[in-house]
């Protein structure tokens, strides 16, 4: 399907006949998007809404209807400078195959400022001629081209995704998307429809007082089916209060961590430990003080220590040398004369006699380093000097590093412990801030507590349906004698229960597509393969749960804002995707509040693959200079348009052209 033409004639600002041509082709060359700019207020919604009314009339799901009657609607989407006797109109050309070839159709809408009958006139033209059947038919027709279940996976605005990114289930309309997607309506219809022939079947077969007792407990099968409804209908709004208030309560927690409420509630605990820290610190610098009073701070002079230890042990050499010279001098003299008696031979006597000179000669040297003694140390104070060096020292020098260490250490959780302190909220900020958070986890458990009344109520209505249908299966049971007809009733509770195996088996496995389908879209977009590996679809509720490349689950609050919408796109080009029907994709608002690198990845992997036709109707701030030059560059814009809203005469204009670029046109 194709959207080649829309024409507004005095619809909502669009004073006139405005014509704007959407064939997604330029040259020749098919190009998917059809850029739309304007300002706020300056139409485009009303666009969108005219598309809409085009296709589905008095059931179009348009954004300015609100709770009016459609002939209030059309009175009120008449503009306002239009003469009375001027119609409205409304135009949507498009194309579609039908057995292999191109058929071309024009829907025509138009209305009056007073529609007759509150309705508007519609014709379906085919070519240039005009098709009553299909006219008469067309509600049907488009239900099988584009029904109005699917529609907003492929007509949706910016806020659509915003709502659908904030919240942990998808909308109801969504829901409702999905399941008529699935096909799950289709086996709920049919499950409605077996119920509606057994009871006929039922009251067929039964006397007068049978069908009285049949009667009976079918209104309360009725009543509590209408019960269940509106105990349905209350559970999903305690569950939207209990998230909304689940937010909230988030909101107030970060509030309070962040301005320091966490800190403030922990003050207490941090200045008693900043107390044991200081006191720590302070034995620490009394054993220093200790250390210093000792010899630690002869460390200082280690230099001239060592040089002293050197100088007392040279002195004690030189005067032990003084000691032997005399005693060894006259042993020599006696070892002489002893070998003189002896008469040995020349030779070894000069031996002996060189040797003991060498010898005498040595002790003299040492003996003569005495001449420089300056320190006159002693012996025990060279062994002091020597004790000092080797061992005192080093143990006091060890003993002071490992203090030193742990004082830093100290000193940096004090300093540590300080900064805490110094961001933790004042007492009355504190007070506003534990307060808030107490409301906000009051409202919590209220919203907890209703919820949860609200499920049990649903459960026991969805039992006390059972139950009345067990009731009912077995009456027919023990008062119908008919074998076929009875054979009936058996055969449809057994179709009845197939039906629902069918229902779980078709769920889980269209289901199953979907996951991979958005999983792979949403990765796309992301362009962030380390944060998500799979994305989960709920069988229920078909909210949405994510996983790492562990199998661990993601919290949804881990994802920024922007990552979000990145999602709540991602599902609904995954179901768009799954729908397998080649159909034309409009959006509004499409970038939202985006920031500039997701709107990027948009821009270059969204917009040009969502469809073979994309209408994007976009603000300046949107589809930005840096956006549309992204766009043009990958020859992806077939036409370009400007809405130019003259507030003066509340008027808009379409022109051709977009706010930052040359003019393109077909």
């Keep these: 399907m194709i959207f080649l033409e829309l024409v507004l004639e005095n619809f909502g600002p669009y004073l006139g006949r405005q014509v704007i041509n959407l064939c997604p082709k330029r040259d020749d060359n098919s190009r998917p998007i059809i850029l739309v700019g304007g300002m706020n207020g300056g139409g485009k919604t009303t666009m969108m809404d005219a598309i809409r009314l085009a296709l589905y009339g008095h059931r179009a799901q348009c954004s300015t209807r609100g709770n009016l009657s459609y002939s209030d609607f059309l009175t009120q989407s008449v503009n306002r400078n239009a003469l009375p006797i001027d119609n409205t109109r409304v135009e949507l050309v498009f194309e579609h195959i039908e057995n292999d070839q191109p058929m071309e159709y024009r829907i025509v809408r138009n209305w009056t400022k007073k529609p007759k009958d509150g309705k508007d006139n519609l014709g379906i033209l085919e070519g240039d001629w005009l ?109 939207e209060q209990l998230e909304q208030t689940r937010e909230k309560q988030q909101q107030a927690f970060d509030k309070f961590v962040c301005d320091g409420g966490k800190i403030a509630a922990q003050r207490n605990q941090l200045e008693s430990q900043l107390h044991n820290y200081n006191t720590k610190a302070e034995q620490i610098r009394e054993q220093m003080r200790e250390l210093a009073a000792g010899i630690l701070p002869l460390s200082l002079i280690e230099p001239l220590l060592t040089q002293a230890q050197a100088q007392a042990e040279k002195e004690s050499r030189a005067s032990q040398a003084k000691l032997a010279r005399d005693i060894l001098q ?22 002996i006699k ?53 004082r830093q250490n100290l000193e940096a959780d004090i300093n540590a ?83 629902k195996v069918f229902r779980e088996q078709l769920t889980l496995r269209k289901l199953n597509k979907l996951e991979h389908e958005v999983t792979e879209c949403f990765l796309y977009l992301l362009h962030k393969s380390d944060l998500v590996h799979r994305v989960a679809i709920d069988t229920n509720n078909f909210s949405l749960s994510l996983y790492d490349l562990q199998g661990k689950l993601v919290p949804k609050h881990r994802l920024s804002a922007g990552e979000k919408q990145l999602l709540a796109i991602a599902l609904l080009w995954g179901l768009a995707r799954v729908s397998g029907r080649n159909l034309p994709v409009a959006i509004d608002t499409p970038l939202g509040r985006l920031d500039s690198s997701h709107r990027s990845n948009l821009v270059e992997r969204y917009f040009p693959a969502a469809s073979h036709q994309v ?29 130019n809203y003259d507030p003066a005469k509340h008027r808009t204009t379409v022109e051709s052209g977009y706010f930052y670029s040359e003019q393109v046109t077909a």
């Design 131 to 239: 098709d009553s059947a299909l006219t008469n038919t067309w509600d049907e027709y488009i239900e099988n081209l584009l029904p109005l279940g699917i529609s907003n996976l492929f007509l949706f605005d910016g806020e659509q995704v915003k709502e659908l990114a904030e919240v942990e289930a998808p909308p109801p309309v969504v829901v409702e998307a999905i399941r008529s997607l699935l096909g799950l309506e289709l086996a709920d219809r049919l499950a409605i429809d077996l119920d509606i022939l057994v009871t006929r079947k039922r009251k067929s077969m039964a006397n007068q007082q049978q069908l009285s007792n049949l009667e009976d407990i079918e209104k309360k099968l009725s009543s509590q089916q209408s019960d269940y409804e509106l105990a349905k209908q209350e559970l999903a709004i305690t569950q």
């Design 417 to 499: 412990t300080k900064r805490q302190l110094a961001t933790a909220a004042p007492p009355e900020s504190y007070q506003e801030l534990e307060d808030a958070l107490k409301q906000a986890q009051t409202e919590l458990a209220q919203a907890q507590a209703a919820y949860e009344i609200a499920k049990r109520r649903c459960d026991k209505l969805g039992y006390a349906i059972a139950q009345t249908k067990k009731d009912l299966a077995r009456y027919g049971e023990e008062t119908i004698d008919r074998k076929n007809d009875q054979h009936m009733l058996t055969a449809s509770a057994k179709v009845q229960q197939s039906l």
């Design 330 to 351: 006259q042993r020599d003299q006696r070892l002489i004369d002893l070998l003189t008696a002896l008469k040995l031979p020349a030779k070894k006597f000069d031996k």
């Design 354 to 406: 060189a040797f003991l000179g060498k010898e005498n000669q040595q002790i003299e040297q040492e003996a003569g380093e005495g001449k420089d003694a300056w320190l006159g140390a002693e012996e025990e104070m060279f062994h002091s000097l020597t004790n000092l060096l080797t061992y005192y020292q080093p143990t006091q020098k060890q003993l002071a590093e490992e203090q030193l260490v742990k």
């Design 615 to 643: 209408i994007l109707l976009s603000t300046d701030t949107e589809i930005g200079k840096v956006e549309a030059k992204q766009l043009r560059d990958a020859d992806a814009i077939a036409q370009q348009y400007l809405l």
